[in-house]
T-cell receptor, first 115, second 113 residues
């Protein structure tokens, strides 16, 4: 079956602009999580959505936001871009079952460069 | 989630077993041990997980000590394609943090020809 699909794979923006990234989870997966990866901070959790509701949020400013649609597809938005927002943004999906392990499947990521 | 400690880097010869250690001395009874790896510029990939029994799948084996304060990921016959950053993560299964993983710095495993 198809994996987690993220678009676009690469993009370049300038400071002050805003960006929207898209994530299509594995079919049947209802939980979508977003992570930011930078050389200095490593992999950091941004937020998680389940059934169109944000369930968890990491320690990021309000410029970072997201949403999830009824088909489980998710988008994240970063407004007023700063140089430090340059990063690999990763999306992961999971079944979010009540019991047993909850394995995350990650996409290939969207690499954002802010100039 | 409990904190984990891993060596910064390790080397392994191709075809030999790679044994990656992880310390998680503050692990609590309802926390599982997960291993993910990340090959350069790709998303992390799930490898294996366990609670207290040793586990094996097609990719690797996971050995958890009886007191559960440490574990070892074993890649039985390492190949060049196993060169990656390996992350050991402990987390509660279920609850409210399904999609949240706390990644440390991981171990950079380099497999040499």
């Amino acid at each position: 079956k198809a994996g987690v699909t993220q678009t676009p794979r690469y993009l370049i923006k300038t400071r002050g602009q805003q960006v929207t990234l898209s994530c299509s989870p594995i079919s049947g997966h209802r939980s979508v999580s977003w992570y930011q990866q930078t050389p200095g901070q490593g992999l950091q959790f941004l937020f998680e959505y389940f059934s169109e509701t944000q369930r968890n949020k990491g320690n990021f400013p309000g410029r970072f936001s997201g949403r999830q649609f009824s088909n489980s597809r998710s988008e994240m938005n970063v407004s007023t871009l700063e140089l430090g927002d340059s990063a690999l943004y990763l999306c992961a999906s999971s079944l979010r079952g009540r019991t047993g392990a909850n394995v995350l499947t990650f996409g290939a990521g969207s690499r954002l460069t802010v100039l | 989630d409990a904190k984990t400690t891993q060596p910064t880097s390790m080397d392994c010869a191709e075809g030999r077993a790679a044994n990656l250690p992880c310390n998680h001395s503050t692990i609590s009874g309802n926390e599982y041990v997960y291993w993910y790896r990340q090959i350069h510029s790709q998303g992390p990939q799930y490898i294996i997980h366990g609670l207290k029994n040793n586990e094996t799948n097609e990719m690797a084996s996971l050995i958890i000590t009886e007191d559960r304060k440490s574990s070892t990921l074993i890649l039985p016959h390492a190949t060049l394609r196993d060169t990656a950053v390996y992350y050991c993560i402990v987390r509660v299964v279920g609850g409210t943090s399904y999609g949240k993983l706390t990644f440390g710095q991981g171990t950079i495993l380099t497999v040499h020809p």
